[in-house]
């Protein structure tokens, strides 16, 4: 008897959406001729993320993260995800003629998630890649006079001090597309999630 590995789940692409509905991110695993298709495809599936959160969520209970299937069109499947910062992630797969299990997309989408959260989770996100650290003018004279244990008067260094309201602060509305599109992390976690499902790793 001859045994059949199963199907590979034949990702399409991948668009995140930010709160409000703008692209975040769009990524086609089939060729980057197929972004801005697949980003019109994936866009016609807010419509329906927004009913889907409508009917499943009410004020003491919050809508799942998991939205399941969204709709069928052009040999693909569409499934949605909203974090819980309500940042949507729209996934599309190849239709094949095996079952899709909820659990399997489910994985995607939290794996998709973690990558998320690791890359804008540095603090040093929102620095421009040209910044350089300079030393300012004002760091020599925050310098407190210290005397050392052999009596020579010395300066101890101190940075100024950031407000905290400014430190570390960012909601889901402050992170950029460009962020997610300049992170060779992100795109490589990105490429590796779609090359292990579609049989290529």
Known sequence: METRAPNPLHLTSLTILSPSNSPLYVHSFTGPEDELRHYHLSHAAVD???ERIV???SPTKPAESYLGLLFCMEDMAFYGFQTTTKIRMVL???LVDAMIKDADIVAIFRSI???LLNITSNPFL?????FQA???PRYIENQEPIISTDGKTERSKRNVS???NKMFALNPEEIRGEWLKDSMRFKVGIER???MLNGRA
């Open 55 to 57: 009917m499943t969520s």
């Open 134 to 136: 300079k030393l300012s």
């Open 113 to 115: 998630h973690n990558l």
């Open 126 to 130: 929102s620095l421009p890649s040209s």
């Open 162 to 164: 950031i407000p905290d």
């Open 193 to 195: 999630i779609g090359g």
């Open 48 to 50: 329906v993320i927004e």
């Open 92 to 94: 599309s797969i190849a």
